[in-house]
């Protein structure tokens, strides 16, 4: 059973487009996070939720909304894709704020062209 | 400065070599440190955390933390190829709210 998933897997699109990442995880986590890793492979925390509640918003551009319907999922939209954009994104999630057990999903490919 | 520094390598070693990967900071906020591997086209996978200073094994790993120097180590003992993979220290203060990763290293290991 995959505990952290995401979809799409693979996404390429224009710039200028609207797009969203979906994350769910089965773990019963209480907290769930979005990445943002680069062509260096240098990881960055964008987001942080927990119990639907947003509580780390490092400074991304406010193109990038994540959006939490229930706290087993954590989606992130972003509106007017820009060439910067393009990267590795993952969804990690951990009980109760504790950055010391995160599980990552297997992440999602964006390239913009 | 970068609040975690981490050499990215690549580092390359023969099959059965002791592998020494470090990181250094300088947040003194810091409390949690963690290890991750991550295999290429994969998300990172946590191996071990460290609370405070001190030492962890598990099975062929070792965790170090020295918090007086801000310098924290993984080593791997009896590497094996399935070890080739890009290894990310990460560090946390105590309330969560200052989380910081590493470059990563990228060590093969060649059998």
């Known amino acids: 059973d995959t505990a952290v998933s995401q979809t799409p897997k693979y996404l390429v699109t224009q710039m200028g487009n609207d797009k969203s990442i979906k994350c769910e995880q089965n773990?019963?986590?209480?907290?769930m996070y979005w990445y943002k890793q680069d062509s260096k492979k240098f990881l960055k925390i964008m987001f942080s939720?927990?119990?639907?509640?947003?509580?780390i918003n490092e400074t991304v551009p406010n193109r990038f909304s994540p959006k939490s319907p229930d706290k087993a999922h954590l989606n992130l939209h972003i509106n007017s894709l820009e060439l910067g954009d393009s990267a590795v994104y993952f969804c990690?999630?951990?009980?109760?704020?504790?950055?010391?057990?995160?599980?990552f999903g297997p992440g999602t490919r964006l390239l913009v062209l | 400065q970068k609040e975690v520094e981490q050499d990215p390598g690549p580092l390359s070693v023969p099959e059965g070599a002791i592998v020494s990967l470090n990181c250094t900071y300088s947040?003194?906020?810091?409390?949690?440190f963690m290890w991750y591997r991550q295999y290429s086209r994969k998300g990172p996978e946590l191996l071990m955390y460290?609370?405070?200073?001190g030492n962890k094994e598990d099975g062929r790993f070792t965790a170090q933390v020295d918090k007086s120097s801000k310098y924290i180590s993984l080593f791997i003992r009896d590497s094996q190829p399935s070890d080739s993979a890009t290894y990310l220290c990460?560090?946390?203060?105590?309330?969560?709210?200052?989380?910081?990763f590493g470059t990563g290293t990228s060590l093969t290991v060649i059998p």
């Open positions: 990690a999630s951990s009980p109760h704020q504790v950055f010391s057990t995160q599980y």
């Open positions: 773990l019963g986590h209480d907290t």
């Open positions: 939720y927990n119990n639907k509640e947003l509580i």
């Open positions: 947040n003194s906020a810091f409390q949690y």
């Open positions: 460290t609370y405070s200073s």
């Open positions: 990460a560090m946390s203060s105590n309330t969560g709210n200052q989380f910081y």
